[in-house]
């Protein structure tokens, strides 16, 4: 079960620092599931327990959203037997029941993992119809022309005859190996069937943002971070 301390947690919850709040404490005004609790360090099991202050309960942040700067060789799966999983680099402090990827990457993708405890939230982000774009930075094995792009974008039509929605991609690098792709499905393997169906091969891929939040750049790769309310907030924006 999540823990967490209780003055920490409430601080974090409502416009109290903790100085007040330790104060609140100590004046028996904060009870967990009906018994007054005075000690800041006090564990909070925050997915089952109940705060009231001043007899109102306080609304208790039961779900999370994380950002994680995958690194290669890290599986997109909440666990696994045999191999490191994106849910094993998240520290402990930020670890919750049900955690898990809303998104896969490949094993050898880099960059932007969200990870949350919120199913109806993930199924929102991913949801095709709901065109929130995934950002992502492919170096490609050759040079890419004008026409493929062009073919790209109109919606393509993989090699085993899955059709895709419209793409934006837009070359970024010097040499028109290196490109922008945006995209709102999260079909297996989708980028690299992408650049395979018009000739190309994807040597290095990176998401670098989910709707209109990037990847934090001062996240190394393997840390994690929870998001503020405003980034979960932009991860909606189109
Ligand atoms: N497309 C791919 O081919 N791989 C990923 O990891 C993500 C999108």
Same mark, same amino acid.
């Given at each position: 079960?999540?823990?967490?301390? !209780?003055?920490?947690?409430?601080?974090?919850?409502?416009? %109290?620092?903790?100085?007040?709040?330790?104060?609140?404490?100590?004046?028996?005004?904060?009870?967990?599931?009906?018994?007054?609790?005075?000690?800041?360090? &006090?564990?909070?099991?925050?997915?089952?327990?109940?705060?009231? !202050? @001043?007899?109102?309960?306080?609304? *208790?942040?039961?779900? !999370?959203?994380?950002?994680?700067?995958?690194?290669?060789?890290?599986?997109?799966?909440?666990?696994?037997?045999?191999?490191?999983?994106?849910?094993?680099?998240?520290?402990?402090?930020?670890?919750?029941?049900?955690? &898990?990827?809303?998104?896969?990457? @490949?094993?050898?993708?880099?960059?932007?993992?969200?990870?949350?405890?919120?199913?109806?939230?993930?199924?929102?982000?991913?949801?095709?119809?709901? %065109?929130?774009?995934?950002?992502?930075?492919?170096?490609?094995?050759?040079?890419?022309?004008?026409?493929?792009?062009?073919?790209?974008?109109?919606?393509?039509?993989?090699?085993?005859?899955?059709?895709?929605?419209?793409?934006?991609?837009?070359?970024?690098?010097?040499?028109? =190996?290196?490109? =922008?792709?945006?995209?709102?499905?999260?079909?297996?393997? =989708?980028?690299?069937? *992408?650049?395979?169906?018009?000739?190309?091969?994807?040597? +290095?891929?990176?998401?670098? %943002?989910?709707?209109?939040?990037?990847?934090?750049?001062?996240?190394?790769?393997?840390?994690?971070?929870?998001?503020?309310?405003?980034?979960?907030?932009? !991860?909606? +924006?189109?």
């Amino acid at each position: 079960m999540p823990k967490e301390r !209780i003055d920490k947690m409430i601080a974090s919850t409502t416009a %109290h620092s903790r100085k007040e709040v330790k104060a609140m404490l100590r004046e028996k005004r904060v009870l967990v599931n009906g018994n007054t609790v005075t000690d800041g360090a &006090f564990k909070l099991d925050i997915a089952a327990d109940t705060v009231c !202050i @001043d007899g109102v309960a306080l609304p *208790m942040k039961r779900y !999370i959203y994380l950002m994680l700067n995958k690194p290669q060789g890290i599986v997109s799966a909440s666990r696994s037997a045999a191999e490191k999983t994106v849910v094993d680099l998240v520290p402990p402090d930020l670890r919750r029941d049900g955690l &898990f990827p809303a998104g896969r990457l @490949d094993k050898d993708t880099t960059g932007f993992v969200l990870l949350t405890n919120d199913g109806d939230f993930a199924h929102r982000i991913l949801s095709p119809k709901n %065109h929130i774009q995934k950002t992502y930075v492919a170096r490609l094995a050759e040079p890419i022309t004008s026409e493929k792009i062009a073919v790209l974008q109109s919606g393509t039509t993989l090699r085993d005859g899955t059709v895709l929605l419209p793409a934006s991609v837009k070359i970024i690098g010097e040499d028109a =190996q290196t490109v =922008q792709i945006k995209i709102c499905e999260g079909k297996y393997h =989708q980028i690299k069937r *992408m650049l395979a169906s018009v000739g190309n091969r994807v040597t +290095e891929l990176s998401r670098t %943002h989910m709707g209109a939040l990037p990847l934090d750049s001062t996240l190394a790769p393997g840390a994690c971070r929870a998001l503020t309310e405003d980034e979960v907030r932009k !991860i909606c +924006e189109k």
